[in-house]
C-alpha cells in the first residue's frame, strides 16, 4: 500500500498558475498509476488527469486539455499538477489518488480508466483546497 502526501493549493487569479505536488511513499511503483481529482462543495469528485507510473502515459480531462500538464519526477518520487490559465470552475478541493494499474475491458486506457473511476480508487492523500477567484 502507498501512502501520498500532497501540497500546493492556495488561491490564484483567474488566468493565474498553481502546481501542486503528491509524494508517493511506497515500492513497486512501476504497478501503478497516479492521478489527480478534485471535488466541488455538493459534487462528485472527478477525475482531471492521470499517469502511469510505468510508462509514463497520461489522460487529461476535457475541461483541463491544453491548460494542465500532469508529470513526475521519479528521483524525487513525485506527481505534479501543473496548472495553467485557470478558470473560477477550476476551484475545487484537489486530491491525489493512487491505485495498481489495470487494463480495463474497453478501448479505454489504463490512466483514463482511473480518471474515469475514482470511486474504485483505493488509495487517497488528505487532498488540497484550491480557491480561483478575482
Known amino acids: 500500500q502507498l501512502q501520498l502526501v500532497e501540497s500546493g493549493g492556495g488561491s490564484v487569479q483567474p488566468g493565474g498558475s498553481l502546481t501542486l505536488s503528491c509524494v508517493v511513499f511506497g515500492s513497486n511503483l512501476d504497478r501503478y498509476a497516479v492521478g489527480w481529482f478534485r471535488q466541488g462543495p455538493g459534487a462528485e469528485r472527478q477525475g482531471v488527469s492521470c499517469?502511469?507510473?510505468?510508462?509514463?502515459?497520461?489522460y487529461y480531462a476535457d475541461p483541463v486539455k491544453g491548460r494542465f500538464t500532469i508529470f513526475r519526477d521519479a528521483s524525487k518520487n513525485a506527481v505534479y499538477l501543473q496548472m495553467d490559465n485557470m478558470k473560477p470552475e477550476d476551484a475545487a478541493k484537489f486530491y491525489c489518488g493512487a491505485d495498481f494499474l489495470l487494463t480495463p475491458v474497453s478501448k479505454m486506457s489504463p490512466v483514463e480508466f482511473m480518471c474515469s473511476a475514482p470511486a474504485q480508487i483505493g488509495i487517497w492523500g488528505q487532498g488540497t483546497q484550491v480557491t480561483v477567484s478575482s
Open positions: 499517469i502511469s507510473l510505468k510508462d509514463d502515459s497520461t
